[in-house]
């Protein structure tokens, strides 16, 4: 069974400072992880995803996460916020074979203050 | 990159009338396609997994009866909502697990169905 908690509802940063969202991941096999993030009343847009390999995985619009296994964490990381960054992300884990579906934590909402 | 498509985007019906849902990969074929609801403010929920060419799995305390799933085609599933009511209103959103990739899903861009 896998399951992912996303610690923080609502994250509000000032523009140009970190991003900093926290996912933590329960799996009985090998993960694969991935963040999401949602604009309102739209789909889901992969900004980045680890499978296997480097640990550090960069993505699109400037984020990157690290897969750290010892402390079952995949938090999501931005040196300098934009305005166009406020959004609604998800974590979400997966096995690594066979027809599973994603596992998504509830979501960390994320405001970028001017 | 894969693309999938839902249509219609929006919909609004009467309580009591059915609305299908199709979900589409574009450029590449799935072999399995999910399908998630996602209340307002809240993460997606899965409701479903399409197979092609066999039944749909279900997941704990979704009615099969109520949300048909048909898998047709390597490209498409569609789910219709029977007998909609109100609290069947929602955000509907599906993904395609691309055969050829590992371990990836693609999502398409979600259906808002509101039922009077």
């Known amino acids: 069974a896998q399951s992912v908690t996303q610690l923080g509802s609502h994250v509000s940063v000032s523009e140009g400072a970190l991003v900093l969202l926290r996912c933590n991941y329960s799996s009985s096999v090998p993960p694969y992880l991935f963040w999401y993030v949602q604009y309102p009343n739209q789909g889901l847009q992969l900004l980045l995803k680890y499978t296997t390999g480097a640990t550090l995985v960069k993505g699109i619009n400037g984020f990157e996460a690290e897969f750290k296994k010892s402390e079952t964490s995949f938090h999501l990381t931005k040196p300098s916020a934009h305005m166009s960054d406020a959004a609604e992300y998800f974590c979400?884990?997966?096995?690594?074979?066979?027809?599973?579906?994603?596992?998504f934590g509830k979501g960390t909402r994320l405001s970028v203050i001017a | 990159g894969a693309v999938v498509s839902q249509h219609p985007s929006r919909v609004i019906c009467k309580s009591g009338t059915s609305v299908k849902i199709e979900c589409r990969s574009l450029d590449f074929q799935a072999t399995t396609m999910f399908w998630y609801r996602q209340f307002p403010k809240k993460s997606l929920m899965l409701m479903a997994t399409?197979?092609?060419?066999?039944?749909?799995?279900?997941e704990q305390g979704v009615e099969k009866d109520k949300f048909l799933i048909n898998h047709a085609s390597l490209t498409l599933s569609t789910l219709t909502v029977t007998s909609a009511h109100p609290e069947d209103s929602s955000f509907y959103i599906c993904s395609a697990r691309d055969d050829g990739i590992m371990g990836e899903q693609f999502f398409g861009p979600g259906t808002r169905l509101t039922v009077l």
């Open positions: 399409s197979n092609e060419g066999s039944k749909a799995t279900y």
């Open positions: 979400a884990v997966s096995a690594p074979r066979g027809n599973t579906p994603l596992v």
